[in-house]
């Protein structure tokens, strides 16, 4: 017996609710094996619908093997359509209460996040409208897996203007997100065995990337003034040399000149590469941003950039320049791997940095971004008074707060998470530990100045009482 409900109401046509629910009842074994169905027009008549919504919920149960008709006899539910029902071993079907309840008001001092509100959607939306009506026919076809010339072209442009990197269009590589850059890089130069060194602390993932190559890090330590360089390896082979130069992550150092020219001369007696992750310095608080590592050295130096921090990380768009002599080989790997990035949003993105929007937003939220570090500042400056001290503030989306005599432990985060308020640790970025302890991470830009202030007043309850 076929038991049907529809519900005229819905969005959902009538002829798919039908097949819906016998595909259901089938899939969950409640229709049996050659079990008979009710003919069309009886069905029809029960559920007070024409024959042909009937029809065609059959005939697409018929096309997908649910069900069979024998002549002069009816439709039977087909054989081996039946589905039993499995458990994912090891995985919790269920989310505790307690982390619900947390989920509900959490402010979280997430590091990398920009301003989300901040974006100007409507703005970006008018634009892509324009870029789809002028967009050619070859515009929808696939394209050249370096990217857009136009986007390479404007891209090459604007990094000269704003951070002294000169370079041609054709260098650049247009990547879903920086993310992938670093995977091309992997894939470039590492193999099983090789090594590569890092700063330490740093972003998790990246070393993920290249140990996935099977190559082994060499973490060095930074301080005040980013990775020290002094303790480059003599006894090492390094393939490539991952540093943040304009704005360590997450201790927040800039690499003095000294110390950049110390790595160049390193990176050219070892016959190695530079990976330089520029992520935020668009966003620097005391003047213009700095000089690129690259300018320095182009031969050594693969520059890693994204929008994610500029923009949104929803656009997913990153870019990297290259020496010449890579760029080929790079290109035939990202073919191989996506393709292209998406190719419209590329083109609309040019349109916004051709028309001056891009560095127009950057001006406009950098003094937002200012004025919510300000009070990041003074709300745990007056929380804490001389118990907190600050590092990496010139810069960026967030900075690192160090809260003396107060050990960032996993149950005073839990409380803290409890209260409602979530900061992370500088020892949960590093490979050594105990160096960091009571530093976190925080960010502030995707923060307002309200949530702010009360996120501090929930960690002032927690911590100090």
């Known amino acids: 017996m076929v038991w049907l409900s529809l519900d005229k109401t819905l969005g959902e046509s009538l002829t798919r609710q039908v097949y819906l629910q016998i595909r259901k009842q089938i ?15 009886l069905l029809s008549s029960e559920l007070s619908v024409s024959r042909n919504v009937v029809i065609e919920a059959y005939e697409q149960l018929l096309a997908e093997g649910f069900i069979e008709a024998k002549q002069g006899s009816g439709t039977y539910v087909a054989g081996g359509a039946y589905l039993e029902k499995g458990e994912a071993k090891g995985v919790r079907t269920r989310v505790p209460e307690k982390v619900v309840a947390v989920q509900r008001d959490i402010i979280d001092f997430r590091p990398g996040v920009p301003g989300l509100d901040l974006f100007n959607s409507n703005k970006w939306a008018r634009l892509a409208q324009r870029v789809y009506q002028d967009a050619s026919v070859s515009s929808f076809d696939y394209q050249a897996p370096e990217g ?12 000269q ?49 290249f140990a996935g190559r099977g190559a082994f890090p060499h973490f060095l330590p930074v301080d005040d003034e980013g990775l020290v360089t002094e303790l480059l390896p003599a006894d090492k082979k390094p393939k490539l040399i991952f540093v943040t130069p304009s704005h360590q992550f997450p201790l927040g150092g800039i690499l003095p000149v000294q110390r950049r020219i110390q790595l160049i001369c390193y990176a050219r007696e070892k016959g190695c590469f530079i990976v330089e992750d520029d992520y935020d310095s668009e966003f620097r608080f005391t003047g213009p941003p700095l000089s690129s590592l690259h300018e320095l050295d182009p031969e050594h130096v693969f520059y890693v950039g994204t929008f994610s921090k500029a923009l949104i990380p929803a656009l997913r768009m990153g870019y990297m320049v ?144």
């Open 322 to 465: 290259l020496p010449e002599a890579f760029v080929e080989k790079c290109r035939e790997i990202k073919r191989f791997q996506d393709i292209h990035t998406p190719a419209l949003e590329q083109l609309i993105l040019a349109k916004y940095i051709e028309e001056g929007m891009l560095e127009r937003q950057i001006r406009r939220v950098k003094k937002i971004y200012r004025q919510r570090r300000d009070v990041l500042i003074q709300s745990l400056s007056d929380a804490f008074t001389d118990q907190v001290a600050f590092y990496g503030i010139t810069t960026g989306l967030h900075l690192v707060a160090e809260f003396k005599g107060i050990s960032l432990n996993d149950i005073l985060l839990e409380r803290l998470k409890e209260a409602g308020v979530q900061i992370y640790p500088v020892e949960s970025y590093s490979f050594k530990k105990g160096l960091h302890q009571g530093k976190a991470v925080m960010g502030f830009a995707n923060l307002s100045l309200e949530k702010i202030t009360e996120g501090v007043r929930r960690m002032q309850t927690t911590i100090v009482g």
């Open 148 to 159: 857009i010339a136009k986007l390479r072209e404007e891209l090459a442009a604007y990094l």
């Open 161 to 209: 203007r704003s951070r002294g990197i000169n370079c041609h269009g054709d260098q650049i590589i247009i990547t879903t997100g920086a993310t992938q850059a670093f995977v091309l890089l992997a894939k470039l130069f590492l193999a099983d065995g090789d090594e590569i060194i890092m700063e330490d602390p740093t972003s998790l993932h990246f070393p993920a990337i």
């Open 27 to 41: 899939l969950s074994g409640d229709l049996k094996r050659q079990a008979k169905l009710p003919s069309t027009r």
